[in-house]
């Protein structure tokens, strides 16, 4: 079979998006402006570029949940003390990627970095997405508080549950569950309204997402709000359709896949046109597809943690 590189189009500009040092580079982050936005409780969300961070403001002082791109450290920190001027306690990181975690050498001199343990493994190491490498992380940029399953941090009058949902976007993923604010960030497992990035080369699979998904909305209150790694802040109805989209997509291509067809042949016939719209964020319908197949081929948690064990 083909390599996923070779399959993709428009992959630039995702490799821009995932962190990756060469692309990162040529973005232009000067005419980035990051705004914030209430969303209950202690919790407000960042926006930028890269993936949304969540900010829990309060007595106790800030916590933020990733830091997108290391250029827009200074305009996070500018949107930070527009918030509050308490200091920085904890970042949290929801997985490796640049786009989440690019600001962690600038944030780690105010605050511990935490993060379920393969993301310092991956961090620590070189890593390659689409064929484009990107080299391990300076010491300063690594989390230095690793869990497996799951933690709790006492903060701001509630207690904030960080925990490891496996194989879905990537195999260090974490939603981070506030709990007296009835808040949830769901990094990389939710593309609000979009065909999400799945990183199959660094563990996720598409039925890990999907079991992330429902296992998480098994748990949520109707009125949660929720903020998504990418995409504006959503609703339990936003994420429950986005959880229809990962069932009923993997389901046609599984169903085409066990007639026989062919990648190719499966992205020819596309999707019908109620997931049109999906397909018009920077992950398209053909390369969604191709997640779907390649995450089938490999079984449904195929693909081994970064430090060769299963998990």
């Not at 690019?102 to 393969?118: H, K, R, V, Y």
């Not at 399953?149 to 993923?173: M, Q, R, Y």
């Not at 939710?190 to 990035?197: D, M, S, V």
Request: with cysteine; proline share 5%; glycine share 10%.
């Amino acid at each position: 079979m083909r390599t996923l590189l070779a399959r993709l189009s428009g992959s630039v500009c995702l490799l821009a998006l995932m962190g990756m040092p060469a692309l990162a580079q040529n973005q232009d982050f000067s005419k980035v402006e990051v705004t914030a936005t209430k969303v209950a409780g202690n919790i407000y969300m960042l926006q930028g570029a890269g993936g949304n961070i969540g900010v829990s403001v309060g007595s106790d002082g800030l916590l933020i949940v990733d830091d997108q791109f290391a250029p827009l450290a200074n305009k996070i920190h500018a949107a930070l003390r527009g918030l509050s001027p308490a200091s920085l306690k904890f970042v949290l990181n929801t997985h490796w990627h640049g786009d989440h975690t690019g600001g962690n050498a600038s944030f780690s001199t105010e605050a511990p970095i935490i993060a379920q343990e393969n993301v310092r493994k991956r961090m620590s190491t070189d890593q390659t997405v689409f064929g484009e490498k990107t080299p391990a992380s300076p010491k300063e940029a690594l989390p230095v508080i690793t869990f497996d399953d799951k933690l709790s941090v006492h903060f701001n009058g509630e207690e904030i549950k960080v925990v490891h949902f496996p194989a879905g976007h990537t195999d260090g993923d974490s939603v981070i569950f506030f709990t007296g604010s009835n808040v949830v960030h769901m990094g990389d497992d939710f593309f609000a309204g979009r065909f999400p990035f799945v990183d199959i080369g660094s563990g996720g699979s598409v039925q890990g997402m999907t079991d992330a998904v429902a296992k998480v909305l098994a748990q949520l209150p109707a009125d949660v709000k929720i903020i998504p790694g990418h995409g504006p802040l959503s609703t339990k109805a936003d994420l429950e359709s986005y959880h229809h989209m990962l069932v009923t997509t993997t389901g046609l291509v599984e169903k085409q896949r066990k007639a026989g067809k062919s990648l190719a042949e499966i992205q020819k016939a596309g999707l019908p046109d109620e997931w049109k719209e999906w397909g018009s964020g920077f992950i398209k319908t053909d390369m969604w597809l191709s997640f779907i197949y390649e995450s089938l081929d490999k079984g449904a948690h195929g693909q081994k943690p970064v430090d060769g064990k299963h998990h």
